[in-house]
């Protein structure tokens, strides 16, 4: 073992108290001999299969960076791309199995409950497209989010889009937190609900400010023609 995974495993165990030699150890691994695509690799496979979170997995990327075994920005571009071919894979057993189907197959899954997907489900039918932006923000929704979006056959370019918006912010929020703490880099993990909010708050006003500002733009637009 290397001194920097060892500094990354040691990091790791007294955060979580968990063993290291599962998936966590995977995941620093996957960082320690790939980089970045390492750690982008790893947040893909959790979207699918979540037994170490993103909210772990993100922040640990930022403690990487800030010891200069990853480039920040590297990590967040890779990890954003992660995101959006784990979300892509859901998206594609929803739509190619249906409702029925895919619940069948979550419920056969280890570590994933039905009942999130059915939160998912629920925050898509009363929010439609936006939940799909909104919900990469928030946790269980953010992974699950994509089945119902898959199974409503929702334009796959907007789908795309909305995911890698949504999965940029919540990413660069945590990685740039892991980044900033360096070795307390943990303590994102204990205020993720805290800062879920702040950030749900500026990406809902981002977007209120962009449409008022195109509304304006065409309102004057349609003035100067008249």
């Not at 071919?85 to 249906?98: E, F, I, K, Q, T």
């Not at 059915?118 to 699950?144: C, I, Q, T, Y």
Request: aromatic residues 8%.
């Amino acid at each position: 073992m290397t001194p920097t995974n060892q500094v990354m495993m040691s990091a790791l165990a007294q955060a979580t108290q968990q063993p290291t030699d599962g998936v966590a150890g995977w995941a620093i691994e996957m960082m320690e001999k790939l980089g970045a695509p390492g750690a982008g690799l790893a947040v893909a496979l959790e979207n699918l299969f979540p037994p170490l979170p993103s909210e772990v997995i993100l922040p640990l990327a930022g403690f990487a960076a800030n010891r200069g075994d990853l480039g920040l920005v590297s990590a967040i571009i890779f990890t954003t791309l992660g995101s959006v071919v784990g979300a892509l894979a859901l998206y594609g057993v929803g739509a190619l199995l249906g409702r029925d189907r895919t619940r069948a197959l979550i419920g056969r899954l280890p570590l994933v409950k039905l009942e999130d997907v059915d939160k998912a489900e629920d925050w898509f039918n009363r929010h439609g497209a936006k939940a799909v932006l909104f919900g990469r923000l928030v946790p269980v929704v953010r992974s699950m989010i994509s089945v119902p979006a898959g199974v409503e056959r929702m334009a796959l370019p907007l789908f795309l889009a909305l995911t890698a918006f949504g999965s940029l912010v919540w990413n660069s929020a945590l990685i740039i937190a892991g980044y900033a703490l360096g070795e307390k880099w943990h303590v994102v993990e204990s205020s993720v609900g805290v800062l879920q909010y702040v950030v749900l708050a500026g990406a809902v006003g981002a977007v209120t400010w962009f449409v008022v500002v195109k509304i304006r733009s065409r309102s004057s637009a349609d003035e100067k023609v008249e």
